[in-house]
């Protein structure tokens, strides 16, 4: 346990530098046009979704070399080695990506080059309006990982919760690969909508969608607990819809949102605020289905994603306006675009 502290510490350090802040912005400042941008970068982030359906696959496949028979306490040694087989296949694609950016980096000059050696503190001190977006974007992720992660990592017991504790192995499975399937579409969807609707409506109309599928929930886990396909069915919805809008709007709405010499700065503190939410719900909500069950713990997820369109509608530029309208924030950082080494106002 203590080793598995110290590798997630690490694979933060990683992941959070290089999946967040650098690939996003990687792929947004080497798009022509700004109004692709956000598109651009959300194709890139679409490949999370199908990666994180792998581990189910892999799980399915090691239970069927195995044999269901072959698992549990007194196949512990079958079990460990299913165990480590899922945990070091994990460092396949982590090679592939140190591979594929030192190939995509190596002797190139131009994309190594520096926007600016100026420390972004000191730009966003002259520019306090970057303050208030950034509260936009790092509260807004907060509350949406709560509700993602939290959905995510307790999935496997949702299901359990939902289907009974009689449920074998191979079809406890399959129905979290069902689950983690839905997200694909709620993805794809995401993208299309985005150039449309854009990042601010796109973030708002997923807290709706979040939050009413959240109570809707909460009532029938609630008082309806032996409707297990109707639960399972709003799950699903569940699932789609933490996949669709905010999923999207909070990954691509910081390269928006900050100017080329504050972005990826900006940018990390954004995803790191969604950590600590990632972070605190991986006690909050054992902590509270424990105590009060999975009915109260979606309740909690409706209200704090009613908070989200708050912070979306207030702190997200342009600030207190067309939250809910469709094409009312086409232009990102409200308005604003570089020129050369500074920030320039066109609003």
Known sequence: YDLLIVYRFVLGIGVGGKQYPLSATI???????????????????????????????????????????????????????????????????????????????????????????????????????????????????FLYDFVYYGTALSQPEIVQNVFGDDEGLNDNIWHNVVLASIAVPGVILGIYNLEGMGNKTLMSWGFVMIGSISFTLAYTLSYLADHEWLNFCITCGLIFSTNWGCNIATYCLPVDAFPAEVRSSFYGLSAAAGKIGAFAVGYLFTAISDAYGYGVVYMVCGILSAVGVLLAHGFIEPFGANTFCVGGARRGAGGEEEDGGGIKSVV
């Open 27 to 141: 792929c947004a400042e080497g798009t022509s046009s700004n109004k692709n941008r956000a598109t651009e970068v959300a194709k890139g982030f679409f490949w999370q979704t199908p990666g994180s359906i792998m581990p189910y696959l892999v799980a399915w496949v090691l239970v069927a070399i195995a044999g269901q028979a072959a698992t549990g306490a007194d196949h512990k040694g079958t079990v460990e080695m299913q165990y480590r087989v899922m945990f070091g296949l994990g460092a396949v694609p982590s090679v592939l990506v140190m591979m594929l950016t030192y190939l995509q980096f190596r002797g190139d000059a131009a994309a190594n080059k520096p926007v600016g050696n100026e420390n972004p503190l000191r730009v966003a001190a002259r520019h306090p309006e970057l303050w208030r977006r950034l509260v936009g974007t790092s509260f807004t992720w």
